[in-house]
């Protein structure tokens, strides 16, 4: 995670900050969305040798994703929020495989899902088709909403 601040701050974000080590990270920077994204992305692949994909949310847009969860009395270790570049798919619900009893609800670029039985036994299928995704339970998305408040 260092090397990751690292990089961050040699793209020029500012108030570089990580949590956990799971390539979460909290800067500012007066670029667009896609200019981030798109630095974060060539900046990773020369680091790294591959391309890895980078999901770009504000401040605001965290406080969104928290407060409009849709499973607010569930343990939120077992509500997880699957992060997309884009939208949904318009059939996400149709086309989902929940064995385990799971809930899914989508958002606006973001999934969430109630795993009962908890995510490590699921054997829940998202139909993303190839879309580029990453997942945070809420205990996480709370964590990095504190941290983009302070």
Known sequence: ?????????????????????????????????????????????????????????????????????PFPDKEPDKVAVVFLTDAPPKNLIKNVVAPGHEQVHPGKREIYVYYPEGMGRSKLKLPLEGAAATVRNMNTVAKLVEMTSS
């Open 1 to 69: 995670m260092k090397d990751l601040a690292a990089l961050c701050s040699n793209l020029g974000f500012a108030d570089v900050r990580t949590y956990i080590q799971s390539g979460n990270i909290i800067f500012q920077s007066q670029l667009s969305e896609e200019q981030v994204r798109s630095g974060l992305k060539n900046a990773l692949a020369a680091t790294m040798g591959k391309q890895i994909n980078v999901m770009v949310r504000t401040p605001a847009e965290m406080r969104s994703i928290l407060s409009k969860n």
